[in-house]
């Protein structure tokens, strides 16, 4: 199983980026999945979720969509502010509990985040 993460990279407070994470190894429509981030010296922190047979979330300025023909799920981040710079993870589980990192059976790599001020 592997989950792919790409898209992060430095931007300017106020800009946008699409981060997207591409799974392989699982039968990406039974999945719900997640996106999670962590700074240097903290717990990591609940994102977003899509839960299984749903084609997008919206939670404030972040978008999370799924394109289960390219097993792939997208996170939009808009007016991104620099207290949202960290590692970005993608996950995914089969659970009902989508907000805690423990119920997550499989982790991509990260993606840094970086906005500057």
């Known amino acids: 199983v592997q989950l792919q993460a790409s898209g992060g990279g430095l931007v300017q407070a106020g800009g946008s980026l699409r981060l997207s994470c591409v799974a392989s190894g699982i039968t990406f429509n039974s999945y719900s999945m997640g996106w999670f981030r962590q700074t240097p010296g903290k717990e990591r922190e609940f994102v977003a979720a899509?839960?299984?047979g749903h084609v997008d979330s919206v939670k404030g300025r972040f978008t999370m969509s799924r394109d289960n023909a390219k097993n792939t799920v997208y996170l939009q981040m808009n007016s991104l502010k620099p207290e949202d710079t960290a590692v970005y993870y993608c996950?995914?589980?089969?659970?009902?509990?989508?907000?805690?990192?423990?119920?997550?059976?499989?982790w991509g790599q990260g993606t840094q985040v970086t906005v500057s001020s």
């Open positions: 899509l839960r299984r």
């Open positions: 996950a995914a589980t089969t659970s009902v509990v989508l907000t805690r990192d423990d119920f997550y059976r499989y």
